[in-house]
């Protein structure tokens, strides 16, 4: 591949796109292939390109275009599809709502290798049908072959993400809490769920309100699992006091305890646990004074049927603190935003 000045290059074809950038566009004036003519020059030189490339005999090497399809096809996911391949680049759309999940580290690994670059939205982020999930292209207008063929290999076999789209739950909810058993104060947490829900695909098979009882909790969790419940929801009860009793009820149903306690503010004292393929959610009382707490963070996980791990929990650390962007009077911009990210 060599250069050569604009006047010499008529009749030769173009080796690349060529963009144009004016007051109201960003796009290729010139395609790859297109052969250049006189009249063309003056336009290529008002754009600020003096010279082109063009091939030369012996060439081992790959086109950006031809690269980024190459690319894409390292990346290929379920419920996405990708653009037309543009200015040396494709983008790779959702679609359909649901989870991202990324092997990061294969993702590392990619762009380690010379001129490759593949970048996306955050690993777990909430994806949106139409969203763009991804993006791939080698920064070189040409690159050596050997560099594609090695992205090859490295993917080899391997998934670089997931789209997990989200499931329809049938979704139990247990309020605890004497002061509201005993009607001495009205729940404030049924309003919150059910705005929470509503992002997500579900119907809510009960809702059984407790007193701070282990045997009564454990019943009302029974109950909503004979009515077809595959996600359970318990509120309250979940802080350190001795009538705090949440957690001993869904260890005593035979769940799996992943964490009782999370390093993410609001909503440290949250409960995650597992029975089977059924999740149980101890969501502490942060969830009805603040906008966005680990309940947030981790619902897109539970509609995906994407279970969360202790690794996740612990990684929640980077990030959790969330900046209480509402305060004064200002609004929380959940989830465009490091809160939660993990």
């Known amino acids: 591949m060599k250069k050569v000045r604009i006047e010499d290059a ?6 690349h796109d060529v963009t144009q950038i004016t007051d109201s566009f960003k796009g290729a004036k010139f395609r790859r292939g297109h052969i250049i003519t006189a009249g063309d020059v003056n336009v290529l030189l008002d754009m600020g390109k003096k010279y082109v490339y063009v091939s030369e005999e012996g060439d081992n090497l790959v086109h950006e275009e031809d ?3 190459r690319l894409a096809g390292i990346a290929k996911c379920n419920g996405t599809h990708f653009s037309d391949v543009s200015e040396g680049k494709i983008v790779q759309y959702a679609d359909a709502d649901g989870l991202l999940v990324i092997d990061v580290g294969l993702l590392n690994e990619l762009n380690g290798i010379d001129d490759v670059t593949i970048c996306t939205q955050r690993n777990h982020s909430r994806i949106r049908k139409g969203d763009r999930v991804a993006s791939m292209r080698i920064v070189p207008l040409w690159t050596d072959e050997k560099n594609i063929t090695d992205a090859e290999k490295a993917a080899n076999g391997k998934r670089l993400f997931t789209l997990c ?5 049938k979704v139990g909810i247990v309020i605890t809490g004497s002061e509201v058993y005993s009607g001495r104060i009205e729940d404030k ?3 919150v769920l059910k705005r929470k829900l509503s992002q997500f695909p579900h119907e809510i098979v009960g809702i059984e309100i407790c007193d701070d009882d282990e045997e009564m909790i454990r019943n009302a969790c ?3 699992m004979g009515k077809g419940a595959d996600l359970l929801l318990l509120t309250g009860g ?3 006091d001795a009538d705090d009793v949440t957690p001993d009820a869904v260890k005593s149903l035979g769940f799996e305890i992943v964490t009782y ?3 993410s503010q609001p909503g440290n004292m949250t409960l995650i646990a597992y029975k089977g393929a059924i999740p149980a959610i101890g969501i502490p009382s942060a969830a009805i004074s603040r906008p966005t707490t680990v309940l947030d963070v981790i619902l897109p996980s539970l509609f995906a049927d994407v279970r969360v791990t202790k690794k996740d929990v612990i990684s929640m650390a980077n990030g959790g603190l969330c900046s209480l962007c509402d305060k ?3 609004r929380c911009h959940f989830p465009n935003c490091h809160f939660g990210n993990y």
């Open 67 to 69: 690269a980024a399809k």
């Open 189 to 191: 947490f049924q309003p």
């Open 165 to 169: 789209e989200y499931k329809h739950k």
């Open 10 to 15: 008529i009749g030769l074809p173009l080796l």
């Open 238 to 240: 979940m802080s350190v």
């Open 328 to 330: 004064d009077g200002g």
């Open 261 to 263: 306690g999370v390093p």
């Open 222 to 224: 029974i109950g909503l």
